[in-house]
């Protein structure tokens, strides 16, 4: 199957610092990426889809300017914490799919990335 | 609202038994996929089967059967001669087309431990 990456697998910041978590296809051009949160022991909760080349669109409750999300190539995609707290801190899961807007497609999930805020 | 429910926080069998994980999902659409995914330990994501509603037939991936029942919309996930690898986190999926961007809703998930 298709392979998708994070960097980095777990960062530790300091309250009010911004950081930025990538999110990679590796064998496959990723026309939509998906990012997922995660607290501990619950479920994923889909925060963001992007569309390589145009904004993303964000699940309601959800903060736009806090998580940034850029999507500027078919293989990249990226999300900034910023002026990160340590409620923000959680497990974040990037996921890419390479199909067209249809059902069938494939969805392709990265190893996540751990974030600590102190 | 779409929702997807699984009832069974917990769930524990034996090794080499066999488990059934329960999952219910609320729609009016006709055309969707269901997916059950394994998290393990590592948090990597893996998808065990997916489901397409129009298909009658049972999807089936080695040691690992759905029943899906599309009127009742029910669809769970039996597990055969489970082994000490299938310990995990299972979610429960659900996904179609909204507002033309496809998106998987996920359960609350069910956390099943094989008992050597």
């Known amino acids: 199957g298709a392979v998708v990456s994070q960097h980095p697998s777990w960062v530790i910041c300091k309250s009010g610092t911004s950081v930025k978590i990538e999110c990679r296809s590796l064998?496959?051009?990723?026309?939509?990426m998906f990012w997922y949160r995660q607290f501990p022991k619950q479920s994923l909760m889909l925060m963001a889809t992007s569309n390589e080349g145009s904004k993303a669109t964000y699940e309601q409750g959800v903060e736009k300017d806090k998580f940034l999300i850029n999507h500027a190539s078919l293989t990249l995609s990226t999300l900034t914490v910023t002026s990160a707290h340590p409620e923000d801190s959680s497990f974040y899961i990037c996921?890419?799919?390479?199909?067209?807007?249809?059902?069938?497609?494939?969805?392709?999930f990265g190893p996540g990335t751990r974030l600590t805020v102190t | 609202a779409q929702t997807v429910t699984q009832s069974q926080p917990e769930m524990s069998v034996q090794e080499a038994e066999t488990v059934t994980l329960s999952c219910t999902y609320d729609t009016s659409e006709s055309d969707y996929y269901l997916f059950w995914y394994k998290q393990p330990p590592s948090r990597q994501m893996i998808l065990v089967i997916r489901?397409?509603?129009?298909?009658?037939q049972n999807a089936t991936e080695n040691r690992f059967s759905v029943n899906f029942q599309k009127a009742a919309k029910s669809f769970s996930l039996k597990i055969s001669d489970s082994q000490l690898g299938d310990a995990a986190m299972y979610f429960c999926a659900y996904r179609r087309l909204i507002q033309g961007a496809q998106k998987l809703v996920f359960g609350q998930g069910t956390r099943l431990t094989i008992n050597p």
């Open positions: 996921s890419a799919r390479d199909g067209w807007e249809t059902l069938s497609y494939e969805q392709y």
């Open positions: 489901q397409e509603a129009y298909k009658q």
């Open positions: 064998d496959f051009q990723a026309t939509t």
